[in-house]
């Protein structure tokens, strides 16, 4: 999605003295005139890089008097000749920098550069925010304004492509500036050791807050340690997997769960890992041999930055939530951010951080200013206009999120606040959380339903207001002959894995066989069911015969029993020829609306020992694909959360669903009883705990 921006350009609107006459009037204005002819003339002539050089110093000045704008007041309009440089596109990749020291592209002439006159107006008032960003969507005027800010190198890297230096550069255009690269404390009799791919990065009020540094190599891997070590740095934050695309991103620089490495004078060791949908978090100890003093450093594990393009805003968010609300270490140095080259996601989350922390202080951002001050201190951070554009939502994300976690020994009290509202539905908390809910759902375009509405599938749809988005579908890939790779289902987020469900319609008789395709295909060996019959479940086990067909598939019914509130179980060995056979357990909830709160604790205890002993995802299943199946799965990531972190967030987990189906939570009764049942769950596991 591009989003765009309406530049404000007019003509000065300062006051205008009227001039009567006069010889020297007209002398004066005569003079004016050739002095602004003579300076244009002039610049015209001057080298690219002294007119970005002298334009950056005069947007430092404007910058700084836009910044003192306060309480709604409109400076006098500022203006200054802005150079249209053009550049090349990166693709969204950290690796992929233009290999040239100048912004301009080949074949360009400085003397061809287009000038114009733009107001200076960067500074946004956070209240301001989100109808900034709607004014940008316009001819991706985000876009056009990334392209402004100087891109390439600015500054020396003569350090870091010294011979020696060369091998720890992960990437070959990629490297620190001299000014503000990271020095470590030479290692004695060990010359070219004070050398690593890192830079020092100014923060909101703070400076040389940041790290901002390439992930490492397993060589320099010591280098590494030292830096975190001798910047004091507690916690690292790591924003790329190790393997992306088949290409190696970053080598694994932390030891597996109870096998320290040495690296020089340190002792590294893994002392817990605790994993979500979209990070994981370490705790790390590390030790100095020598003097034997000890520091605990925690590591937060970005993983779902998709390898090409950006993570919704929402994930990033509470990623970065998470990251500030520990303060575990309140002390600790500077804040060392990584991911593969160090720039463009890096920048991103620098950006994130120190804007938030602007606007948290001020109640404004200029984000403009901000990415031109990283880029002083680094080359190309936030390395893309789609960062660019993420930054962007993920800040107005960040200023709007309200908090809506609940801690485990408060969140009787609070539902017994909600079971006792008797007040207009209007008025009640709750109800004004639900609208909450309903008002931030993700908006999708017809365009992005094409697969759902095409003429081969649209029958395949039980309901046709409830379909997948094209972006957010699940693809069937062993399709048989005369089918397609379409079937109304989602891929949703468990707690601890970003796709730990399935999520889809309870199928029509033409789409059995793309279930039992999808059950096959993407692996999953769990299925919960939410029925209004026995007999609508009939496509699974409700046969005379133990062995039934479906397509190219053959299901033998091994098991069927009969569980507390109204629960079947069935387990089914499913096979297809020339394939290893596959056994799935299918729990079956019958009810005639929602589920019993007891009924959703039940299943969540069942399916959790299953979950387990495996990584396959759980196939949920209910008439539309919506109705109980987003109130199970949020259910399920909060008990999760509840004993994983000790609080939850059933807002925010609702969120996270919504973004693959919208359609999940339509009414405020399914969302209440959410609550609820969270609520009877936490009081049984007291009860049993007391035995």
Known sequence: MYYNTI?????????????AGGVGGGIVLIVIV????????????????DRVSGENQALQIVDRNVSLRQGGERQEGMYINIARASRQSSSDTDDVIPSRLSTKEPGTDDSNTYYNSFEILTTVKIEELKDYIKRKQVNEGLHSEYKTIPYGPQHPTTIAQKKENMPKNRYKTTFPYDH??????PTPGSPHTDYINANLVDGFEKESCYIASQGPFKHTFTDFWAMIWQNNSRKIIMLTNLMEVAKVKCDKYWP??????VLGRLIITLQTEKERAAYVTREISVEDKKTKEKRNIIQYHFT???DHGTPDPLYLVLFHKHVISDHSDVESGKLLVHCSAGIGRTGTYIGLDALYEEGRVTGCVDIVKFVKKMRYSRMNMVQTPDQYVCLHYALLEAFTMTDTKIGKDQFGTIWREIDIDKQPINHQKLYKEFKMLEAKKSEHGKSEYTAAVSPENIEKNRNKSVIPSDNNRLFLTTYDKGRTDYIN???APS????????????????????????????????VVMFINEQTEAEFVYAT???????????????????????ILSCTVVLSRKDEKSREIVIYCAVCSGYPKPSVLCKLVNMISTRVSMSHDAVTVVSGDGAKNCGLFCTFANAVSSMTIDDNADIFQLARLLQLRRPEFFADFDEYRLCYEALNFYLESTNVYANF
């Open 256 to 261: 597996e769960g109870g096998k320290p490495i």
């Open 495 to 526: 707690y601890t894995k970003f796709v730990g469900y399935l999520t889809t319609q309870l199928p029509l008789p033409d789409t059995k066989m793309d279930f039992w395709t999808m059950i096959r295909d993407h692996s999953s060996s769990t």
């Open 34 to 49: 050739v002095i602004v002819l003579i300076y244009m003339k002039r610049r015209r002539r001057k080298p690219l890089g």
């Open 180 to 185: 503000t690269r990271v020095i470590l404390q």
């Open 489 to 491: 289902a989602v891929q």
């Open 304 to 306: 779902a930055w998709p």
């Open 544 to 566: 005379s015969e133990d062995t039934f067909s479906c397509g190219s598939f053959t299901m033998k019914i091994t098991k069927r029993e009969k569980v507390e509130f109204d």
């Open 7 to 19: 530049l404000e350009s007019s003509a000065a609107t300062g006051p205008v003295a009227p001039i």
